[in-house]
Nanobody, 119 residues
Framework: QVQLVESGGGLVQAGGSLRLSCAAS????????MGWYRQAPGKQRDLVAI???????NYADSVKGRFTISRDNAKNTVYLQMNSLRSEDTAVYYC?????????????WGQGTQVTVSS
């Protein structure tokens, strides 16, 4: 079992920045990956950014060049630095961790943190 605790959401003006944090209850190196998803009202939950245990990152096209995902293994924490925020970035952001072999990956989710960008 993996518990994920998020922090850092809030209200920001368009063009501003926020940093989200997500602390895992077990070593981040024991996880296949950690990442962030977001869900706007009436829409599905979509991948924002992900970082593997080996350090490989992947981003949604809509956030490339604006968001940066990073990881502090000593703190078992993943961060999402969000710059040049836009109103369309408004959503609930969920931390995600994946663990297990490729044929039986288990997803763990945080409780979600609201990010609101005012235009």
């Amino acid at each position: 079992q993996v518990q994920l605790v998020e922090s850092g959401g809030g209200l920001v003006q368009a063009g501003g920045s926020l940093r989200l944090s997500c602390a895992a209850s077990r070593s981040s190196l024991s996880l296949n990956s950690m990442g962030w998803y977001r869900q706007a009202p009436g829409k599905q939950r979509d991948l924002v950014a992900i970082i593997t245990s080996g350090g490989t990152t992947n981003y949604a096209d809509s956030v490339k060049g604006r968001f940066t995902i990073s990881r502090d293994n000593a703190k078992n924490t993943v961060y999402l630095q969000m710059n040049s925020l836009r109103s369309e970035d408004t959503a609930v952001y969920y931390c995600n961790a994946k663990r297990g072999p490729y044929y039986a990956v288990v997803n763990y989710w945080g409780q979600g943190t609201q990010v609101t960008v005012s235009s």
